[in-house]
């Protein structure tokens, strides 16, 4: 089967055992899955025929193992795992798939912080899986809290929508860091002191800073460099507890 491609700067492919989600913070305002999967609603027999309701596709649970060429993959670009709808049974599938391909590192990026914390309490996160969550502003804080908690080879988080100054970052146990602007119809600005904030807190801290893109209605024309350059710096996996 051939490989999902994507044009996410970050990651290699992507992988949807599900789609569909609900707004749950501000940084869902412009979701550009929502926008794409509506566009489809009613189109018989099309995957997003139902729009951008929750749905599992079981028959997606054994791509990756197909992909026999390591690659980084984004889980549930179009979805939340830990989305409530989401059964816990299958989310353990999902894990179970990703340990069973370990030539792949699978990227997973929640805004259910909270019920990513629990589920993964209770099963095994193996080192190929790097767990992540959006922070698009200080009110959301307390997600990182709950990632913190987790032990995982690679901890990161996606402050992407970027809508506020993100002073005070707390950035212990972290180790990668994704920053982007709002991009598309009505997408909000970002401030350039906000990026540079980061990228010091990130840089005093040692964690890797990646700066995806400075977003707007003309994302490409904006392009994605700051001070002159491309921040690509991608984590080094850690050494696990145990």
């Known amino acids: 089967?051939?490989?999902?491609s994507t044009t996410i700067e970050w990651t290699d492919a992507?992988?949807?055992p599900v789609t569909g989600c609900t707004e749950v913070s501000p940084g869902c305002d412009h979701c550009y899955a929502r926008t794409f999967a509506n566009r489809w609603i009613g189109v018989q027999g099309?995957?997003?025929?139902q729009g951008f309701a929750v749905t599992l596709h079981p028959d997606r649970l054994d791509q990756p193992l197909r992909w026999r060429r390591p690659k980084r993959?984004?889980?549930?670009s179009m979805s939340d795992l830990f989305h409530v709808a989401v059964p816990e049974s299958f989310i353990r599938t999902v894990f179970a798939t990703m340990a069973a391909a370990p030539q792949h590192q699978f990227q997973v990026l929640t805004k259910r912080a909270?019920?990513?914390?629990?589920?993964?309490?209770?099963?095994d996160v193996?080192?190929?899986?790097?767990?992540?969550?959006?922070?698009?502003?200080?009110?959301y804080y307390g997600r990182i809290r709950h990632l913190q908690r987790i032990d995982a080879a690679v901890r990161f988080l996606s402050c992407e929508p970027l809508i506020d100054s993100l002073?005070?970052?707390p950035l212990a146990n972290i180790d990668w860091?994704?920053?982007?602007?709002?991009?598309?119809?009505?997408?909000?600005?970002?401030?350039?002191s906000w990026v540079e904030s980061i990228r010091r807190q990130c840089g005093a801290a040692g964690v890797a800073f990646f700066f995806k893109q400075w977003g707007g209605v003309r994302k490409k024309l904006a392009g994605r460099l700051l001070d002159g350059r491309t921040w690509d710096a991608m984590p080094t996996p850690r050494a696990r507890n145990g």
């Open 73 to 76: 993959i984004f889980v549930n």
């Open 114 to 123: 909270d019920r990513m914390e629990r589920v993964t309490g209770r099963l």
């Open 177 to 192: 860091v994704i920053v982007g602007g709002e991009s598309g119809s009505g997408a909000r600005p970002m401030a350039a």
């Open 167 to 169: 002073d005070d970052l």
């Open 14 to 16: 992507t992988w949807n």
């Open 126 to 139: 193996a080192d190929n899986v790097w767990l992540g969550v959006s922070v698009e502003t200080p009110t």
């Open 46 to 49: 099309h995957p997003y025929e």
């Open 1 to 4: 089967m051939s490989m999902n």
